[in-house]
């Protein structure tokens, strides 16, 4: 028996009486989601899916560097969101839910479809309002046969104990940790209180899985990547959110320092800008001046075309490639 099943059987026994009066999230929007209503995220008893797909491109050590034909990261992205950035490059899915409704053997086929298909694990995004029809669907394929690593690709906006139910089930975390200033949490994404909650969570995550692990070929195995958007004028809050990092979990921690910002959605004025170079390249020197061993970055300026924001309008949303 896989021996990730006992853990995920005792998950479902902590968490899924709470859906009655739904905590499961920052939010406690207190809603019966086990009757269908549905809070701050939209979603009810079942999971809503947009895509599933081979996705390219993720940081190197979780989708490979060399694009199709390679195997890439088994991918799901959940429709709603627990957050709901004003500026998100995934409004259609996390604002607008377009996608499906899925039962948990279908999603569970999801899960298997992707590692039949070679993929090098399973990719979680926006996990955290759905964590229940996760858990379910994941008790069917690990009894089918599902072996792949899971990767709890998430906003950071979690309860850190819900996060301690995944310890044992989760292989890599790979959570945002968006904010350090409370002002622009409540200004971008109406939560004042993310930074708070944000870093219980991320340092529940770091104990389970401290250290990035990498097969013979580069790919991540366990362990974990914390993300950083830096937004324009955010530099400053950027580099609070890298010196907490540096001295609250170690240097030795994986960062992902994303230069990708691109206003979409309901972006407020201030922010209704490309992100400069030199606000990007500011950010990036603090985080090589704290001497984070293992570093991801990407360009400091994207052309007009290059500005990765997904469609899922279309069959496959991601049209470029690494």
Known sequence: MNPKLAKVDKALAALERRASSCDLCPRRCGVDRSR?????????????????????????????????????SGT??????NLK??????????????????????????????????????NLVSPTHVVLPILRALRIALRRGLSLPLIWNSNGYERIDV??????????????????????????????????????ALQEMYVQQPDLELDDHGIALRGMIVRHLVLPGG??????VLDWMARTLSPAVAV???????????APEDIRRPLSP???????????????????????????????IPDFERKDPFPWKP
């Not at 899916?49 to 890439?72: M, R």
């Not at 989760?170 to 200033?181: A, E, G, R, T």
């Open 36 to 72: 269908g209503e549905t809070g701050f995220c939209g979603s009810g008893s079942q999971a809503g899916v947009s895509s599933a797909l081979l996705h390219y491109g993720e940081e190197p050590v979780l989708s490979g560097d060399g694009g199709p034909p390679g195997p890439g």
């Open 163 to 200: 996060v301690e139910t995944l310890a044992g089930i989760v292989d890599i975390y790979l959570p945002d940790m968006k904010y350090f200033s409370s002002r622009a949490s409540a200004r971008y994404s109406d939560a004042p209180d993310y930074f708070e909650n944000a870093a219980a």
């Open 278 to 308: 030199a606000e990007y390249r500011a950010v990036l020197d603090r985080a090589k001046e704290l001497g984070f061993l293992h570093l991801f970055a990407q360009p400091e300026l994207f052309a007009p075309d290059e500005h990765l």
């Open 256 to 266: 992902s320092l994303m230069s990708q910002y691109h206003p979409c959605h309901r």
């Open 235 to 240: 530099a400053q809050d950027s580099t609070a």
């Open 85 to 122: 950035c004003l500026f998100c490059q995934n409004y259609q899915i996390s604002w607008q839910r377009r996608g499906r409704i899925v039962d948990d053997a279908a999603l569970a086929g999801l899960y298997l479809d992707l590692q039949d298909r070679g993929a090098y694990n399973i």
């Open 76 to 81: 799901v992205f959940f429709t709603g969101c």
